[in-house]
C-alpha cells in the first residue's frame, strides 16, 4: 500500500519539467557550446539587427529537454522570454537541444506571415542541420539566424540547393569567421597604427581573406570594404569587450539586461533534428 501511494510522487519526480533559464541576453548557451567570441558575435548581430528592425531574436541552447518535446519546451520557454514587441509580437527563438539532437524555430504571432512554417522548415533543415551533421554548431546556429534575419527584412530564400548535403558554397560559411577577424584584428590594429591606417590595413587582410576563400575579387573587394568601413566607424572588440558584458558573461558594465518586450506565440515555426 506504501508503495502504491508513492506511485504518484514518483511520477511527479520523473516527469519533472526541464527549468527554463533567465532571459539575461540574446544567446544563452547552457552547454558551454559556443566561445566567448562566438557567443559575443552572435549577440552583437542580434542586437544591431534589433536596433535597425526592431523584431527580437533570441538564440538557446540546452542539454535536453526532456521528458517533454522540444516543441512543448519551447513554447514555455516563449511564453515566458516573451520575444518581441508588444501587440506587434515579432519575436523568434531558435532553441538547440544538443544531447537530444533535435532544434527548432519558434516563431511570434507577427512573424508567421514571412517566417511561417514552410520557409521554417527550410531554414532548419536545408541552413542548419547539413552544418549541424558536419559538428558545425556555431557554423548552423550563425547560418540559421543570417537566414532568419534575411526573411523578416523581406528577402526570400534562394532556391533549394540541389547539391548533396545542401551546403551553400562560396564564402558564406565563413562569413562569422570574417566578422570575428574584423571585430578582433581591427581593434587591435586601430589602437597600434591609429583609426585611418588601422581600418586600412584591416579592410586590406579582410579583402585577401575573403578574396581567397571565395576565389571572386569583387567578394574580396565587398569585404574588404565593409570591414574598413566597420572598424573606421564602428568600435572594434576590444571596446566591446571592455565596456559591455558579453552574452551573460560578469563585468563592470552598466548595460541594461536583455528583456523580452511582451510578444505572443502560438506555435508557428518547425523543427528538424540532426
Known amino acids: 500500500m506504501v508503495l502504491l501511494a508513492l506511485i504518484p510522487f514518483w511520477s511527479s519526480v520523473v516527469s519533472a519539467d526541464v527549468a527554463i533559464p533567465a532571459l539575461t541576453a540574446r544567446v544563452t548557451d547552457e552547454t558551454a557550446t559556443l566561445t566567448v567570441e562566438q557567443r559575443a558575435s552572435l549577440e552583437q548581430t542580434l542586437q544591431a539587427f534589433e536596433a535597425k528592425k526592431g523584431s527580437q531574436i533570441s538564440v538557446l541552447i540546452v542539454p535536453t529537454t526532456r521528458p517533454e518535446t522540444i516543441e512543448q519546451y519551447s513554447m514555455r520557454v516563449v511564453e515566458q522570454w516573451k520575444l518581441g514587441r508588444k501587440r506587434v509580437d515579432d519575436g523568434a527563438l531558435l532553441i538547440v537541444a544538443k544531447n537530444d539532437r533535435a532544434l527548432r524555430i519558434e516563431v511570434g504571432y507577427g512573424l508567421e506571415g514571412v517566417l511561417n512554417d514552410a520557409t521554417s522548415s527550410r531554414i532548419t533543415n536545408e541552413v542548419i542541420v547539413p552544418r549541424f551533421r558536419q559538428g558545425d554548431l556555431y557554423g548552423g546556429i550563425t547560418a540559421g539566424v543570417s537566414s532568419m534575419m534575411n526573411v523578416i527584412n523581406g528577402e526570400p530564400l534562394p532556391p533549394p540547393d540541389r547539391r548533396a548535403g545542401g551546403e551553400s558554397g562560396g564564402v558564406q560559411g565563413y562569413l562569422p569567421i570574417l566578422f570575428v577577424l574584423t571585430l578582433a584584428a581591427g581593434g587591435v590594429l586601430r589602437s597600434v597604427l591609429g583609426r585611418l591606417a588601422g ?29 574598413l568601413l566597420f572598424t573606421l566607424f564602428g568600435s572594434g572588440l576590444g571596446a566591446f569587450v571592455g565596456g559591455r558584458t558579453i552574452g551573460g558573461f560578469g563585468g563592470g558594465s552598466s548595460r541594461t539586461t536583455f528583456r523580452g518586450g511582451g510578444g505572443g506565440f502560438g506555435g508557428g515555426g518547425a523543427s528538424g533534428r540532426w
Open 199 to 227: 581600418s586600412a590595413v584591416t579592410g586590406g587582410g579582410v579583402a585577401v581573406v575573403a578574396w581567397l576563400l571565395s576565389g571572386a575579387l569583387s567578394v574580396g573587394m565587398l569585404a574588404g570594404l565593409i570591414a
